[in-house]
Every structure is written in structure tokens, then in C-alpha cells.
């Protein structure tokens, strides 16, 4: 198996401008996977069960269509608020509403990252904790108008217009934009390590 490139099963440019970072070079997959939440599924649950998914997904879409083997790197992110998983917003009224329920509050946000390497499987949690500031009804809007939000999970980027509205950060930030580079760095550590299986 060969390690000096590696497939992303993800079409998110922020999780390829990540990889860019850490100098891993990569060639994306999308595999298409279930991202719907199980019943009384919890949050770390949930991300690592689809980061894992997306990451057998890949190495199977890889195979099917006769590309050499390589680790497949896969990750999943979402905002929880309380016990609420809040994932993509549907379009801008869900985006607004998700806006609002951040507004002057703490949530979580959670990326579980996996990593098929061969027959192994590895798999990382990273966990922040973000607060926002109190958004009038107006930023809300104008954030929402400009698109950002819409294909975020908890509606928006901290990378973008939204990090005016993070008040403090504890934790990751790669992590809260959907690969943080630490666990990241260390799976593809392990792989490396164990070599082929």
C-alpha cells in the first residue's frame, strides 16, 4: 500500500486546503454514505460512525474502479447544542434558525476522523468548544445572504465572515473547520508505522 498519496473521501475544499497544510498530498473520492443520524444516536458516536463509513466507502469506490491501493482519509463534523445535532442547514430560513439558537450561547463542535489503512482502521475524536457572541437579527441575515452558512454544519465557517462571531475558542480550530490537523497528523502517523496489512 502506498503511503506517498493518499484519497479523500470528501469534496470539501476546506479539508483539502487542511491536507495542503500538513504537506499530505491526496486525490479526492466521493463516495455517496448515509449521513442520516441513528435513533438516540450521540453526537461522538455519530461522527465517528460516518468519518468511518466515508473511509470504507472510499477504499471500496477505490477498488471498483481499479485504482491502486492507498490509505483513504475521511472525516465528519458536526455542531452540537445541548443534546441537538445540528448538521447542514437545508436552505437560509433553516440556516437563520440555526443562527439564532448559537446566538449568545456555548455549543460543541465535534470531527471524528478516520483513516482505512489496508485492512486497518483508525479512528480519532477531536472535540471544541465554541461561543458565540449575541447576533441581531440583521447580522443573522447578512450572514445568511452570503451563503456561506448553507453547506456548513451548525450553518457557519469559522474560517470565514462567521469567526467575528466566535467570542472564544476552546479547542481545535482545523477541528472546527472539519479535519483537525493533530489527530490527523497522528493516524497517518500510525498507518505509516504499521505499514501494510
Given at each position: 500500500?502506498?503511503?506517498?498519496?493518499?484519497?479523500?473521501?470528501?469534496?470539501?475544499?476546506?479539508?483539502?486546503?487542511?491536507?495542503?497544510?500538513?504537506?499530505?498530498?491526496?486525490?479526492?473520492?466521493?463516495?455517496?454514505?448515509?449521513?442520516?443520524?441513528?435513533p438516540?444516536?450521540?453526537?461522538?458516536?455519530?461522527?465517528?460512525?460516518?468519518?468511518?463509513?466515508k473511509?470504507?466507502?472510499?477504499?471500496?469506490?477505490?477498488?471498483?474502479?481499479?485504482?491502486?491501493?492507498?490509505?483513504?482519509?475521511?472525516?465528519?463534523?458536526?455542531?452540537?447544542?445541548?443534546?441537538?445535532?445540528?448538521?447542514?442547514?437545508?436552505?437560509?430560513?433553516?440556516?437563520?434558525?440555526?443562527?439564532?439558537?448559537?446566538?449568545?450561547?456555548?455549543?460543541?463542535?465535534?470531527?471524528?476522523?478516520?483513516?482505512?489503512?489496508?485492512?486497518?482502521?483508525?479512528?480519532?475524536?477531536?472535540?471544541?468548544?465554541?461561543?458565540?457572541?449575541?447576533?441581531?437579527?440583521?447580522?443573522?441575515?447578512?450572514?445568511v445572504?452570503?451563503?456561506?452558512?448553507?453547506?456548513?454544519?451548525?450553518?457557519?465557517?469559522?474560517?470565514?465572515?462567521?469567526?467575528?462571531?466566535?467570542?472564544?475558542?476552546?479547542?481545535?480550530?482545523?477541528?472546527?473547520?472539519?479535519?483537525?490537523?493533530?489527530?490527523?497528523?497522528?493516524?497517518?502517523?500510525?498507518?505509516?508505522?504499521?505499514?501494510?496489512?
Amino acid at each position: 500500500m502506498k503511503a506517498d498519496l493518499i484519497y479523500l473521501a470528501s469534496q470539501s475544499p476546506r479539508r483539502r486546503e487542511l491536507l495542503d497544510q500538513l504537506g499530505v498530498a491526496h486525490e479526492v473520492l466521493l463516495p455517496q454514505v448515509d449521513e442520516t443520524p441513528l435513533p438516540r444516536e450521540a453526537a461522538r458516536a455519530y461522527v465517528l460512525r460516518v468519518a468511518a463509513a466515508k473511509a470504507e466507502a472510499g477504499g471500496a469506490l477505490a477498488a471498483a474502479r481499479g485504482l491502486p491501493p492507498r490509505p483513504v482519509l475521511a472525516a465528519d463534523t458536526c455542531v452540537v447544542l445541548g443534546r441537538r445535532l445540528l448538521g447542514k442547514p437545508a436552505d437560509a430560513a433553516a440556516a437563520a434558525r440555526m443562527l439564532a439558537l448559537l446566538s449568545g450561547r456555548r455549543h460543541r463542535v465535534l470531527t471524528g476522523v478516520a483513516l482505512a489503512c489496508g485492512a486497518r482502521l483508525y479512528t480519532a475524536l477531536s472535540e471544541s468548544s465554541v461561543a458565540f457572541a449575541e447576533l441581531d437579527p440583521a447580522a443573522i441575515a447578512a450572514y445568511v445572504a452570503s451563503g456561506e452558512p448553507l453547506d456548513k454544519a451548525g450553518a457557519y465557517a469559522i474560517q470565514g465572515r462567521a469567526a467575528a462571531f466566535v467570542s472564544r475558542l476552546c479547542g481545535s480550530h482545523s477541528g472546527v473547520m472539519g479535519l483537525p490537523l493533530y489527530e490527523t497528523a497522528r493516524l497517518l502517523e500510525q498507518c505509516a508505522k504499521d505499514g501494510p496489512s
